[in-house]
């Protein structure tokens, strides 16, 4: 399997200036690749105004990484932009840079002709200096961890040292069990660090108790309702890092407003103090993200090597956190993240995880009976079922019914989507739909002549997608 090993670095400031140089040649490279794609988009709309047919129009420029690379070794030697400076980085810099312009073409190009999920993806455009990532990848040349499990070494960067100690990786490439396949170094939270992707060769770690489902409730004021197939039911509290923080950070935003920030309307730079500032303020950003993140592995690896069977909820978290009510403790309680790092460490331990309809109403329906409720307000954090009187947590109800969900949806061939012929039990109206929500279709809206490059991309169809009917109760990731 493939497998990252990321690494804090200590670099000096010779080598910090280096990173900076090669990050920035990306970025350049990136740069020249859209507006060298996109300068005959432009070119054949003014053609166009002037009533050029469509046959002698400017024709178009490939954005494959190929044919990227080709042209800008070409003109990396006359382009005043490159000539003076491009020998000081190395090769993979700029290949960085020209890999994901390559990228961002294809995901703009899949999205306009409705083969690509999610929303809708615009041209790529030039990135800035200020905003951009510092970020590149590198892989070829000398790129390896050393001996001493305290510095790296990588190409025309020379040995850096690192943070924090190596020697788990540094075991398993002994061992012959890992080999670095690429690195990617990244400037971010203001510190440097180095992700090594590795092929890794592990054995399965079976979970404790294969045989068990368990489904998790996602929510608010307790993170995670866990309920098994045996009846017994966990809570996971939501330890609202950025709440308990936000007193700290009160403090010094009040403290950074009171010194003279940068202006980009008047070219203002920022003071000293601001800075200083600035960074306080920056840090405890950094520390609520590391707590937070700390949290949610801890929740994920527990379940992954506890429990066969994980079914959990494919909650809209984009839509989630539109309600200025709750958007930001949705957002610290990381619901996303949840689903993102169950989905890869279920493969490490065999463990199975399945996905609940988006529409499946686990909190109405009646996890002793089976009766659904057409209402069921937010404020109401106890079920009581109208049919058998049962009165219970809302949470623990919804965990039960997703565990539930497990054994009643998926038959013997262990396939998800194989439902059971019971009979249909009559929903009241509106039983089938999430408290609070509307479902509405979003018809997608073709690209006029405004915009460069237009309705008119080389080899493009286009089709307006539509909202699929979901024919299956769970889904495997």
């Not at 507006?35 to 420029?61: I, K, N």
């Not at 494959?64 to 382009?79: G, I, M, Q, Y």
């Not at 890869?344 to 995880?353: D, E, I, L, P, T």
């Not at 509106?430 to 008119?456: I, L, N, S, V």
Request: hydrophobic residues 35%; proline residues 4%; charged residues 25%.
């Amino acid at each position: 399997m493939v497998q990252a090993y990321r690494f804090a670095l200590d670099p000096n400031a010779a080598q910090e200036r280096v990173l900076r140089s090669h990050c920035g040649a990306a970025r350049a490279a990136y740069n020249w690749a859209v507006g060298w794609v996109t300068a005959p988009w432009w070119q054949r709309r003014a053609e166009a105004s002037y009533g050029v047919p469509d046959a002698e129009l400017t024709g178009w420029r490939p954005w494959s990484l190929p044919a990227l690379r080709k042209e800008f070794n070409v003109v990396k030697h006359t382009d005043p932009r490159f000539a003076d400076w491009w020998e000081e980085n190395s090769k993979e810099a700029y290949n960085t840079g020209l890999a994901n312009a390559s990228a961002a073409f294809d995901n703009y190009a899949k999205s306009k002709n409705g083969k690509r999920k999610g929303a809708r993806m615009g041209a790529p455009r030039f990135k800035s200096k200020r905003k951009a990532r510092l970020a590149c990848r590198f892989t070829t040349g000398t790129i390896r961890v050393d001996a001493d499990g305290r510095h790296v070494t990588l190409p025309r960067l020379g040995t850096i040292r690192t943070h924090e100690t190596t020697v788990k990786l540094l075991a398993r490439i002994r061992g012959g069990t890992a080999r670095i396949l690429s690195a990617t170094v990244r400037h971010e939270r203001g510190r440097w660090f180095v992700s090594f992707q590795t092929e890794v060769k592990r054995d399965i770690q079976r979970v404790i108790r294969p045989d068990t489902v368990v489904g998790i409730d996602l929510g608010v004021k307790t993170l995670a309702v866990m309920a098994d197939s045996t009846g017994e039911i966990r809570t996971v509290a939501n330890p609202r890092h950025y709440d308990k923080a936000l007193t700290q950070l009160r403090r010094a935003s009040r403290a950074v407003s009171r010194r003279r920030g940068p202006d980009r309307r008047t070219g203002q730079k920022p003071s000293k103090r601001w800075e200083k500032a600035n960074t306080q303020r920056t840090k405890i950003h950094h520390r609520v993200a590391n707590l937070r993140a700390d949290a949610l592995h801890k929740l994920t690896t527990t379940v992954t090597r506890t429990y066969g069977t994980v079914v959990v909820e494919d909650l809209h978290v984009a839509g989630m956190l539109r309600n200025h009510r709750l958007a930001r403790r949705i957002a610290d309680a990381g619901f996303g993240e949840i689903r993102r790092q169950l989905s890869y460490k279920s493969r490490r331990n065999g463990c199975r995880v399945l996905a609940a309809d988006r529409w499946y109403p686990s909190s109405k329906t009646c996890s002793g009976c089976g009766a659904v409720k057409a209402k069921l307000p937010l404020h109401i954090r106890t079920y009581t079922c109208d049919a058998c009187g049962l009165v219970i947590d809302r949470d623990a109800n919804a965990a039960l019914n997703l565990a539930a969900l497990a054994a009643t949806a998926v038959t013997g061939t262990g396939v998800a989507g194989d439902q059971d012929t019971a009979q249909p039990v009559s929903k009241p109206r509106g039983a089938d739909r999430k408290t609070r929500t509307t479902r509405t279709t979003r018809t997608r809206r073709k690209a006029g002549p405004g915009r460069a490059g237009g309705a008119t991309l080389p080899h493009q169809r286009q089709t307006e997608t539509r909202d699929r009917t979901q024919a299956q109760a769970l889904t495997l990731w």
